[in-house]
């Protein structure tokens, strides 16, 4: 996922986003020994810290 395709995203859908990358890396940690196949969870985190960044950076923008 790219920052340019988060930007065009209404804030609804990046915490919806967000919420199901968090579940993605809780079932990998917790789930059948962290052995899912097809998930890797260093792609996952950055997923999420690239949500996580777009969320503050339009909470930090001022209103007009």
Known sequence: MKSADLKKKSDKDLQKM???NKEKIR????GAS???K???PKNIRKDI???LTE??????QPKQ
């Open 34 to 36: 962290g052995a899912a």
């Open 55 to 60: 969320v503050s950076a339009r909470a930090n």
């Open 18 to 20: 967000l919420i199901e």
């Open 38 to 40: 097809g998930i890797s």
């Open 49 to 51: 810290a690239r949500i």
């Open 27 to 30: 079932e990998y940690t917790f």
